[in-house]
């Protein structure tokens, strides 16, 4: 059984706040993601990744970097917080198209 | 531009009566196409792709490019048929998933 697993299932930070969010994987998958879930929206991409130190904005890039310096973990990174990236983080990663997902890391900002 | 469509935010159906949930998309290739599901505190999984052609939990989805959807069918509705649904689009040039808005699939008892 493929695992991702992100390291906090809830996160409440202050506006401003450094805020890591942290995503494994264990079955040595190229790809890895970050989206952000909210009602009404789906699943909106922030980055991915397809390799070690690799990394491509998504469509929604703004206001977040990421960090992939080993392949099994892909670190979503707000550089200082706002109330408006209050919601559901999902990482997720695949060898091929089928994604895998963590059980997601609800932020809120407040 | 790559899109998809779900039309409807919130499904409600007896149990036992038949589900479609609806998906368009528009691509101007061939599409591979994907349904994932999400149960209530469970993590976002899978459920089937348009290239297998198989029957996950009762659930089939036919591709039809005439009418550009990929609508999942279940000839009868279970309650742990409850959660919600996203379609899903492969872009063209890496490896990434377009998604619909999702669709809250409830069933009634």
């Known amino acids: 059984d493929v695992k991702v697993t992100q390291s906090s299932r809830y996160l409440v930070k202050r506006t401003g706040e450094k805020v890591f969010l942290e995503c494994v994987q264990d079955?040595?998958?190229?790809?890895m993601f970050w989206y952000r879930q909210d009602p009404g929206l789906g699943l909106r991409l922030i980055y991915f990744?397809?390799?070690?130190?690799?990394?491509e904005k998504g469509d929604i890039p703004e206001g977040y970097s990421v960090s992939r310096e080993k392949k099994e973990r892909f670190s979503l990174i707000l550089e200082s917080a706002s109330t408006n990236q209050t919601s559901m983080y999902l990482c997720?990663?695949?060898?091929?198209?089928?994604?895998?997902f963590g059980q997601g890391t609800r932020l809120t900002v407040v | 531009a790559q899109r998809v469509t779900q039309p409807e935010k919130l499904l409600s159906v007896f149990k036992g009566a038949p589900v479609e949930l609806k998906c368009n998309y528009s691509?101007?290739?061939?599409?591979?196409l994907f349904w994932y599901v999400q149960y209530s505190r469970q993590r976002l999984q899978l459920l089937l792709r348009?290239?297998?052609?198989?029957s996950i939990k009762g659930f089939t989805a036919d591709l039809n490019k005439g009418e550009t959807s990929f609508h999942l069918k279940k000839p009868f509705a279970q309650e742990e048929d409850s959660a919600m649904y996203y379609c899903?689009?492969?872009?063209?040039?890496?490896?990434?998933?377009?998604w619909g808005a999702g669709t809250k699939l409830i069933i009634k008892p």
């Open positions: 348009h290239i297998s052609r198989e």
């Open positions: 079955m040595d998958h190229e790809n």
């Open positions: 990744s397809y390799d070690v130190k690799m990394k």
């Open positions: 691509y101007s290739g061939s599409p591979e």
């Open positions: 997720a990663s695949s060898l091929g198209v089928g994604a895998f």
């Open positions: 899903a689009l492969k872009r063209d040039s890496n490896y990434q998933l377009i």
